[in-house]
Every structure is written in structure tokens, then in C-alpha cells.
Nanobody
Framework: QVQLVESGGGLVQAGGSLRLSCAAS????????MGWYRQAPGKEREFVAG????????HYADAVKGRFTISRDNVDNMVYLQLDNLKPEDTAIYYC??????????????????????WGQGTQVTVSS
């Protein structure tokens, strides 16, 4: 079955950078849109970034635009999230996701977490002030 394994989280000072990785298996990766969500304690899971199957289309939450970059490698079945200029409010568990629906449908759903079929186990990102 679908397996999504995140790595790369850690503790970083405000203004620093991290690169998160997600290794995907058990799905036809090259035809799946992929993305990242995050969840802070006491908060709902929220959309962070999405990338379509070819990597030619991306979308970001307003809170991370200009600071985060999503990318993918369809040869190695990997999706990445580059986090730059990190802020304390970025502190959360970050989840790799396979929404299991077409890009337009995902967009029309307003990138809601309820559209996601498969989630990774998450990787913790902590940003100190």
C-alpha cells in the first residue's frame, strides 16, 4: 500500500533553512499530484504546498509564499520542500501527502485536508526565536 516517509525536520533558528524529503512507494508516483501539509499543537492540519504530477504547476499557502519551494523527482519517487527564512510560526509537524485526485479538483476543493487519501508519518520542524 501507499507509503510516504518524511525526513529532514529539526530545530533551526528563525531565518534559517531546512530541506524536507518525502520518499513515496506503493503508488504510481509519476501520475500523482503530491503536497505538504502541516499541523501545530491545538490547530487543524493546514495546506502548505502542492505540486502537480509533472512538477510544472505548484501552489503555496499565503503564509509560506516566497519562502518555501516544493519540488519533485519522478525518477527517484521523491518530493521535497525547501523551507527558507523560517519563522517561529512555521513550527509544526510537516506531512507529505498524496491527495489522490486530479489537480483541478484539488484546487477547486480549496486545498482542504479532507481531500487527502494518504499521509506520511510527519517530521517535526521547530523554529526558535
Amino acid at each position: 500500500q501507499v507509503q510516504l516517509v518524511e525526513s529532514g525536520g529539526g530545530l533551526v533558528q528563525a531565518g534559517g533553512s531546512l530541506r524536507l524529503s518525502c520518499a513515496a512507494s506503493g503508488l504510481p508516483f509519476s501520475i500523482y499530484d503530491m503536497g505538504w501539509y502541516r499541523q501545530a499543537p491545538g490547530k487543524e492540519r493546514e495546506f502548505v504546498a502542492g505540486i502537480n504530477r509533472s512538477g510544472m504547476q505548484t501552489h503555496y499557502a499565503d503564509a509560506v509564499k516566497g519562502r518555501f519551494t516544493i519540488s519533485r523527482d519522478n525518477v527517484d519517487n521523491m518530493v521535497y520542500l525547501q523551507l527558507d527564512n523560517l519563522k517561529p510560526e512555521d513550527t509544526a509537524i510537516y506531512y507529505c501527502v498524496a491527495p489522490g485526485l486530479e489537480w483541478t479538483s484539488w484546487k477547486d476543493s480549496q486545498w482542504g485536508a479532507d481531500t487527502i487519501n494518504d499521509w506520511g508519518q510527519g517530521t517535526q520542524v521547530t523554529v526558535s526565536s
